[in-house]
Structures are given as structure tokens and as C-alpha cells.
Nanobody
Framework: QLHLVESGGGSVQSGGSLRLSCAAS????????VAWFRQAPEKDREGVSF????????FYADSVKGRFITSRDNTKNAVYLSMNNLKPEDTGVYYC?????????????????????????WGQGTQVTVSS
């Protein structure tokens, strides 16, 4: 059974940087699409970044393009989210999620960025707070 643990959250000022880690155990992540979602108080869970299964191809929400980079390290069975030029609107709980499905090509593809309800393995979340 896949178990995900996030780390690296914290409090920074606007313009600062953080690097989140998602460590997996139980299953190797290389055949999974791994996503970072975030949720601010009283808002829906929003997909931030996606790294495609069996690939390093990345997809991002428009709100973070050019500022966030996701990457995977198969030797460590982990996925990372490097966040730069952080803004107060980036504040929220960040969750790592994984699904053994290619959402971007073939039979499992979806029309846009995959929503949270298509992912069945989740970490516990890590808080990111950006102050102005």
C-alpha cells in the first residue's frame, strides 16, 4: 500500500522560496502521476502541479507557472515541489497525491488538469504560509 509523507512547509515572506518533499513508501512512484494540490481556508482543493507517470513531463496551474517546479527522484522514491517568488495567495495546506494512471495521454487522459477526486493516495499535508 502506498504511503505518502510531505515535508518542507513553513512560513516565508512574499518573494521567498520553499521546497516541499513527498516521500513515498510501500510502492515505487515512477509509474504514478504525482500531483501537488493546495487548499486555503474555505476554498476548494486546487491542483498546482503534476508530474506524469513514467515520465518527467510536468504540468502546472496557470497561477504558478514560471514560479513552481516539480521533479521526481526515482532513486529516493520522492517527488519535490520547488516554489519561488511566493505570494500571499500561495498560502494553504499543500498535499501530495498519487495515482497509477496517465492522465495526459491514452485511455486514462482527461481534458484538463486532473481534479483531486481522481487521486486515491494522499499525504497528510504540510502548511505553507506567505506573509506580505
Amino acid at each position: 500500500q502506498l504511503h505518502l509523507v510531505e515535508s518542507g512547509g513553513g512560513s516565508v515572506q512574499s518573494g521567498g522560496s520553499l521546497r516541499l518533499s513527498c516521500a513515498a513508501s510501500g510502492v515505487t512512484l515512477d509509474s504514478y502521476t504525482v500531483a501537488w494540490f493546495r487548499q486555503a481556508p474555505e476554498k476548494d482543493r486546487e491542483g498546482v502541479s503534476f508530474i506524469r507517470s513514467s515520465s518527467d513531463q510536468q504540468f502546472y496551474a496557470d497561477s504558478v507557472k514560471g514560479r513552481f517546479i516539480t521533479s521526481r527522484d526515482n532513486t529516493k522514491n520522492a517527488v519535490y515541489l520547488s516554489m519561488n517568488n511566493l505570494k500571499p495567495e500561495d498560502t494553504g495546506v499543500y498535499y501530495c497525491a498519487a495515482e497509477p494512471r496517465d492522465f495526459f495521454r491514452g485511455l486514462g487522459a482527461v481534458a484538463s488538469l486532473p481534479p483531486h477526486y481522481l487521486f486515491h493516495s494522499w499525504g497528510q499535508g504540510t502548511q505553507v504560509t506567505v506573509s506580505s
